[in-house]
């Protein structure tokens, strides 16, 4: 697997507070996470922080345990510790309440990509030129074109868009949602924050993918949320079987 990522402030924002982990692993496998934090001046950077370091530590403690067909309970025991581990910096510290933050995390092994998130970061595959989303989102404008009440063009431009049902560290407990597809060589796996789905097409996105060298693909998307706007921080993450 190759790796490729960068965050940006953008254009509007004071702080950053997206955060981003990918590893290589043993035998051609990798991992990654996504975050977008919320809450306060500084919660939202330090619950992503929290999230992304969380995660790096139980994929580095508990990896070589990991038994073939147990890449779900893996991937979802990992978000659960990881959402304890931001749920209990909120309760524990009273200028960290109500922190929290979306998280997207994807782990690549033996032709299928594993795939767990809360919130509207964002994991898509993008196979044969074509981009496809691989999570739904976890808010409240998804939930009403899912209930046939607005459409997705509507939904774009909805000025609720940003309103989210879940997300790490809001609670002790949390239901993320899990996804699995298969991979194979020459496919990317793409995770971002809404920094970037917000500002960027599709078709831009899968352009950008199909004409850009690897290893300079994450920072032309980053260049294209910025010229769409820069509303928000922008964060990419790729993932490419080699």
């Not at 290589?24 to 809450?39: K, N, P, S």
């Not at 992304?52 to 659960?80: C, S, W």
């Not at 899990?178 to 970037?196: F, K």
Request: aromatic share 6%; with cysteine.
């Amino acid at each position: 697997m190759k790796i490729a990522a960068i965050t940006d402030i953008g254009s509007c924002r004071q702080e950053n507070q997206d955060n981003y982990c990918a590893q290589q692993l043993a035998g051609g496998t990798a991992w990654g996470i996504v975050c977008d934090g919320m809450g306060g001046v500084n919660g939202g950077r330090i619950a992503a922080r929290i999230a992304t370091d969380t995660m790096q530590q139980y994929f580095a403690r508990h990896m070589k345990a990991l038994q073939p067909g147990m890449e779900k309970t893996f991937i979802m025991r990992g978000f659960d510790i990881t959402n304890r581990a931001v749920y209990e910096k909120s309760t524990s510290d009273p200028e960290m309440q109500g922190m929290g933050t979306t998280g997207v995390c994807a782990y690549a092994s033996r032709g299928l990509a594993h795939v767990v998130h809360a919130g509207d970061s964002r994991a898509y595959l993008f196979h044969a030129g074509s981009l496809r989303q691989i999570t739904r989102d976890h808010s409240m404008v998804q939930q009403l074109v899912d209930s046939g009440q607005i459409t997705r063009e509507q939904a774009a431009v909805h000025p609720q868009k940003n309103l989210i049902t879940r997300a790490l560290g809001v609670s002790a407990n949390i239901v993320p949602e899990y996804n699995r597809g298969e991979i194979e060589a020459g496919d990317i796996l793409l995770l971002c924050s809404d920094g970037l789905s917000n500002c960027v097409s599709v078709p831009q996105i899968e352009e950008t993918l199909a004409r850009t060298p690897f290893y300079e693909a994450a920072d032309a998307l980053v260049q294209k949320a910025l010229e769409g706007g820069g509303l928000d921080n922008i964060t990419v993450l790729l993932m490419q079987v080699e």
